[in-house]
């Protein structure tokens, strides 16, 4: 099915739903930065924690801190949850673009890698990556991955970290699972990006998929927010 249409069909089953008590992010749109800012540079010991909570329900799922913790050939961003174990750290190949991202329920790695944020903070910046992916220990099996970036404008968003003015885009997910029964797997995710703290202030992420030779009948995955709680 051609993305633009079925992005169209999928987005009306990953809208709002009435049944749970925490609701979506909205900010409050402003105009864009003149100049635009520069996203911070990384540095050793630069560290964010989020707050994750499930959209449906509003319940806290857990704590995550994400820290820079070498940078190199690569930029590795170790991750724990809040009583201190470790998970998956964040491996990048230069500042913004992710080879193996571990915000997923399972580690993925990326060839190319991929952008974490628009190339450009401008309003009308929009742009399309197709790239491989590869499950952590199965890196054999490259399946595809195409996700449409598009920024959708600049706005002033409060998370319990503070007050911040993001820039809001969005990204569109067509990619091949690695179960052959699953089949139009869509992922959305809105992202409120922060160029002074190098990283983003909130974001949320809800998937489907459809099982080959069913007709209809579109299968949801979990809806997650995250929130900035602390920086440094």
Known sequence: MN??????????????????????????????????????????GQE???????????????????????????IVLDRSTADGARLPSEIQTSWG?????????????????????????????AKQFNTKYSIAGYSDSRMDWREYMTVQGWEKI????????????????NYESEDPNKVDCIRKETVWFAPQIGRWVAREASGSYQIQGQIGGVILEGSYQWQLSSYK
Not at 22 to 42: D, N
Not at 158 to 173: C, K, M, N, Y
């Open 97 to 125: 673009m992710v080879a193996t991202d571990s915000q997923w329920s399972r580690l993925l790695n990326f060839s190319p890698s991929l952008p974490l944020w628009p190339e450009q903070l401008s309003t009308t910046w």
């Open 3 to 44: 993305l633009s249409r079925r992005t169209f069909i999928v987005s009306a089953a990953l809208a709002p739903v009435a049944c749970g008590s925490l609701s979506y992010e909205h900010g409050i749109p402003v105009a864009q930065p003149k100049p635009l800012p520069i996203v911070r540079p990384p540095q050793v």
């Open 48 to 74: 964010w924690t989020y707050i994750k909570k499930n959209i449906f329900d509003g319940k806290t799922l857990d704590v995550i801190t994400e820290r820079v913790a070498n940078i190199g050939s690569t």
């Open 158 to 173: 409060t998370v319990p970290a503070g007050e911040f003015v993001a820039l809001r885009f969005q990204s569109l997910i």
